[in-house]
């Protein structure tokens, strides 16, 4: 198992959150940041909301799995 660094969801205070060019502007999406070497992931609807974090391998595996087309049974 690999160690992970959490950092305080302060630390994403003055993030650049980005979600997909796909998505509405008016609609919620996902939406990822990055500081230092963690990835961060929330809900766009509910920015207050929790905070996912994720180190560079975790979230390139994610990508590699929906760009292979492993998820399109989701939706």
Do not use: T
């Not at 650049?16 to 796909?22: E, F, G, I, L, V």
């Not at 560079?56 to 049974?73: P, Q, R, S, T, V």
């Amino acid at each position: 198992m690999h160690s992970h660094e959490y950092l305080p969801d302060s630390a994403f205070d003055n993030a650049r959150w980005q979600k997909a060019s796909a998505s509405e502007p008016q609609h919620s999406c996902v939406e990822f940041a990055k500081v230092d070497n963690v990835i961060a992931v929330r809900d766009s609807k509910a920015p207050d909301g929790p905070i996912l974090q994720f180190n560079e391998h975790e979230i390139a595996a994610m990508l590699a799995g929906a760009k292979g087309g492993e998820f399109d049974h989701l939706i």
